[in-house]
Nanobody
Framework: QAQLVESGGGLVQAGGSLRLSCAAS????????MGWFRQAPGKERELVAR????????YYADSVKGRFTISRDNAKNTVYLQMNSLKPEDTAVYYC???????????WGRGTQVTVSS
């Protein structure tokens, strides 16, 4: 089991930027990828971005392409989400998660709140 701790959330004006961090410990060495999800009030949790540990291959939801960048520091077991040109609709609780080698999302952080004011 992996332990994940997110940080970097907060309140920002539309057009601003935030950088989220996710520090992972525990059984991350056997995982395939790390991802960032978000959940807004009354909406389902959605995958925002994902990055594989080995090749660094990335995936982005259409809604964040060109604005968000996911990256990783393998030595620090940390994944980042740089969020630029933030919009009010980006307001949500952001969670990081571990994807196993069988492509199952197995471990989750507690989340960090991101609020974008208009």
């Amino acid at each position: 089991q992996a332990q994940l701790v997110e940080s970097g959330g907060g309140l920002v004006q539309a057009g601003g930027s935030l950088r989220l961090s996710c520090a992972a410990s525990g059984r991350t060495f056997s995982s395939y990828a790390m991802g960032w999800f978000r959940q807004a009030p009354g909406k389902e949790r959605e995958l925002v971005a994902r990055i594989t540990w080995s090749a660094g291959s990335t995936y982005y939801a259409d809604s964040v392409k060109g604005r968000f960048t996911i990256s990783r520091d393998n030595a620090k077991n940390t994944v980042y989400l740089q969020m630029n040109s933030l919009k009010p609709e980006d307001t949500a609780v952001y969670y990081c998660a571990v994807q196993s080698l069988s492509r199952v999302w197995t471990d989750w952080g507690r989340g960090t709140q991101v609020t974008v004011s208009s």
